[in-house]
């Protein structure tokens, strides 16, 4: 009978050491899961000059050929740590066409896709064909720009806030 207790009472720490062991190893994972982390909330507008004033473009009925519009992309980190190696992306509209060297962001590099975003380049570059059949790469006209995304050298600090903007014209 003694030696039932002993099996038992050794059973018993063996299981509530188990357990024990178990919730450390869940509490310190939720910790790490639960931890700091970033959380970057991300405003897009739209405007328009019209009569010499700026316009919100959900204020403008429509816009006109010609006419350009100025994109402004605010980030707002709103998490519990810095968002290392931050970026923005952001799109030419169809029907637009990328107006060149708009693209501004303090701190930042903007660097230009024609591939809809799947690759980046400061100066994307594509093939033309020459007369005697070689083939030369040449810088791709502005019009083929369908993406542009900043590239922040500092990670985004907690509750730091960072602003790019760029330009279209209206096809």
């Known amino acids: 009978m003694k030696v039932k207790k002993r099996l038992s009472a050794v059973l018993l720490a063996g299981l509530i050491l188990a357990v024990a062991a178990v919730a ?11 931890g700091a982390r970033p959380e970057v909330k991300v405003n897009l507008m739209g405007s328009v ?21 100025t994109w402004t992309v605010d980030a707002v980190n709103v998490g519990s740590a810095p968002a290392l190696e931050y970026r923005a992306i952001t799109h030419v509209p169809r029907g637009t066409e990328y107006v060149k060297g708009s693209a501004e962001a303090e701190g930042a590099n ?5 591939d809809g975003g799947k690759s980046f380049s400061p100066q994307p570059m594509i093939e ?13 006209p502005v019009s083929m720009y369908t993406s542009i995304r900043y590239e922040w ?5 907690q509750g730091g806030k960072v602003t790019a903007s760029y330009k279209v014209r209206v096809k």
């Open 24 to 34: 450390g190893f869940a509490q310190r994972n939720y910790l790490l899961a639960s």
């Open 49 to 69: 000059e019209r009569d010499s004033k700026m316009m919100t473009l959900d204020k403008a009925t429509a816009v006109k050929p010609g006419e350009v519009l």
């Open 110 to 114: 903007a660097v230009y896709s024609i």
């Open 128 to 140: 033309q064909k020459q007369a005697d059949g070689s083939v030369k790469l040449m810088p791709a």
């Open 153 to 157: 050298a500092n990670p985004l600090a």
